[in-house]
Structure formats: structure tokens, C-alpha cells
């Protein structure tokens, strides 16, 4: 059973170009949530989709957008760059919303911005 | 608002020394408690988990109390090894379930 897949593992970006992360859950779960993590940093939460909806939104500016598919997988787009938003991107997913229940991260997507 | 405070690191130790990372909490209503671990290279697993108050979690030696009378989820483990370096982040997610809100990180070194 594979776990959660990220794709790209590694990206070279320029300032002002956009970019799109795409994210697999682990088999048997719906609810998908994308977080930012900067160097020696805990992660920072984006925002999370189930049944194809943003359901929560972190502080993050409009430039981060998202969607969720009917097979459950998510892609994170980022416009306009900037050199800040260099950091690795995890996705994380789980079985429906209850808050007691196992998030499992991907290993990321390393984002970086020159 | 909801956030979680660790213990500055890193934190270093010898070979099956005791460890207590301290972690603590602000959070409206009845959160749900994580800890996890993030190998060099790797990202991040869960570790351990408590969902109310005065539950344990437990997992490779490593437990956590969830404590509502001083908001706190201290990980210990009575004898580390070098394998256990890592950074250990801790977490809530609270009442709704939609978001995990981690704290800062601990960075872990064990020497032999």
C-alpha cells in the first residue's frame, strides 16, 4: 500500500513564475491538507480539501490555490513567486475530518525561488 | 488563538540518557494531541497521539501524557539512542478537525 506521493521531489523556480505541486494520498483517504515548511521551522498550514472543496484556510495570500480531484489527489499552485516562498512543501492526508484521526505526510516537495 | 510552544533546541545526549522535550498548548475546547518526528532527509511521521485529557500515548519507547490542568504533552523516553536523532515537532488540531497546528521543532542529538 503506498503511502502519500508528492511529485516533483525538487523544483528550481524563478521570481514572478508560478508553479503547481501535485499531491497522491495514502489509499482509503479523502481529506487532503497542504503545509509549508521553512528551514528550522515547524510546518505552517495552507490549506485543506475534502470532497473537492476548501474546507480551511490558513494566513496564506491568494497566490497559493488549490483543488482536489474526484480520485481524492490535490495540487497546490503558487503565482507570482516570490523569493520567500522557498521551503518544502508536505502534503498530509487522512480519512474524513474527525480530529482525533492519523494525518500522513508525504515527504515533500523542496520549492526553491531565485 | 490555538498554537503550541516547544522547548527551544537542539538537545543533546548521550547513549540511554533520559529525554523530556517539553511541549504545551493553547487551545479553545478539547484538541486532539500529536507528536512527531522528522528524520534527516525524511518527512514527517506521527509518533504518538493522545485525544483527551489524561490519555497516554506511547510508541518505540517514547510516551506523552495529555494534561488539560497545565496544558502541556510532554514527550519522554528513559533511554535514547543515536537512531532517535531527529526533529520532533509537537501538535494540536482542535474541535472541527480541520487543521494541524505544529510548534517550532526540537532538534535531537544523541551521541554514542
Known amino acids: 500500500d503506498a503511502g502519500v506521493t508528492q511529485s516533483p521531489t525538487h523544483l528550481i523556480k524563478t521570481r514572478g513564475q508560478q508553479v503547481t505541486l501535485r499531491c497522491s494520498p495514502k489509499?482509503?483517504?479523502?481529506?487532503v491538507s497542504w503545509y509549508q515548511q521553512a528551514l528550522g521551522q515547524g510546518p505552517q498550514f495552507i490549506f485543506q480539501y475534502y470532497e473537492e472543496e476548501e474546507r480551511q484556510r490558513g494566513n496564506f495570500p491568494d497566490r497559493f490555490s488549490g483543488h482536489q480531484f474526484p480520485n481524492y489527489s490535490s495540487e497546490l499552485n503558487v503565482n507570482a513567486l516570490l523569493l520567500g516562498d522557498s521551503a518544502l512543501y508536505l502534503c498530509a492526508s487522512r480519512r474524513g475530518l474527525d480530529r482525533g484521526t492519523e494525518q500522513y505526510f508525504g515527504p515533500g516537495t523542496r520549492l526553491t525561488v531565485t | 488563538g490555538n498554537s503550541v510552544t516547544q522547548m527551544e533546541g537542539p538537545v543533546t545526549l548521550s547513549e540511554e540518557a533520559f529525554l523530556t522535550i517539553n511541549c504545551t498548548y493553547t487551545?479553545?475546547?478539547?484538541?486532539?494531541l500529536f507528536w512527531y518526528v522528522q528524520y534527516p532527509g525524511e518527512g514527517l511521521q506521527l509518533l504518538l497521539k493522545a485525544t483527551k485529557a489524561d490519555d497516554k500515548g506511547s510508541n518505540k519507547g517514547f510516551e506523552a501524557t495529555y494534561r488539560k490542568e497545565t496544558t502541556s504533552f510532554h514527550l519522554e523516553k528513559g533511554s535514547v539512542q543515536v537512531s532517535d536523532s531527529a526533529v520532533y515537532f509537537c501538535a494540536l488540531r482542535n474541535t472541527g478537525g480541520f487543521k494541524t497546528i505544529f510548534g517550532a521543532g526540537t532538534r535531537l542529538f544523541v551521541k554514542a
Open positions: 487551545a479553545t475546547g478539547y484538541p486532539s
Open positions: 489509499s482509503g483517504h479523502d481529506t
